[in-house]
């Protein structure tokens, strides 16, 4: 067998074994089930990020981050980012969410491109209700692919025995619950260093 049949063989059986492994790995996977429903007037207002997987359009903030969510009058819904950054300056960043299922309204699409490009369907990304408290104090958001996660709380903190259920079923809905870094709230940013208030 020549040097080239013999590589061109052992690259193909090696792809095949990586496809293999991956498609056994997205079956070990659940479906992902967003919450059964959501009242969009109780979801929202403001909410600070306790916790996340870490994501390359959040690389920037170093701490404060939070999500406040505006009804329009279009019923869809306006996103408000903010977080702060190493030099202690706040960005904001402003999107809009638009309901996907309707039924539940547990499924969303975000954007943060410009609204003239609303209409290509890859500047919209999945946004799931997939935990959310009967109160609405926090809520876990996640999309199928596993890629993306959030904590997110109406406190600026939350107490270990929560978090730690919150992600113990994220973890039994395919999540990681080693990725997820706790995000630093009530901090004031000094000459780079992250302080936390008490």
């Excluded at 809009?96 to 539940?104: L, M, Q, R, V, Y």
Aim: net charge positive; hydrophobic share 35%.
């Amino acid at each position: 067998m020549s040097t080239n049949l013999t590589k061109s063989l052992s690259i193909l059986i090696f792809a095949l074994i990586l496809s293999i492994s991956s498609f056994a790995q997205s079956k070990d996977k659940p479906t992902l089930q967003s919450v059964a429903s959501v009242d969009l007037k109780q979801y929202v207002g403001k909410w600070f990020e306790i916790g996340k997987y870490p994501n390359r359009f959040q690389k920037k903030c170093i701490a404060n981050t939070t999500a406040t969510y505006t009804l329009k009058e279009n019923g869809r819904i306006e996103v408000s980012n903010s977080c702060v950054l190493k030099d202690g300056t706040t960005e904001t960043a402003v999107g809009e969410a638009k309901i996907d299922d309707k039924k539940t309204n547990s499924k969303l699409k975000v954007r943060f491109a410009p609204g003239s490009l609303s209409w290509l369907p890859f500047v919209w990304a999945d946004y799931w209700i997939i935990d959310l408290d009967s109160k609405y104090q926090y809520v876990a958001i996640g999309e199928p692919k596993r890629n993306y996660f959030w904590i997110l709380s109406r406190q600026s903190t939350m107490d270990d025995a929560t978090y730690q259920s919150i992600l113990r079923r994220a973890e039994v809905m395919g999540f990681q619950p080693g990725r997820v870094e706790k995000t630093p709230q009530n901090a004031e940013i000094l000459k780079g260093s992250v302080m936390i208030k008490n």
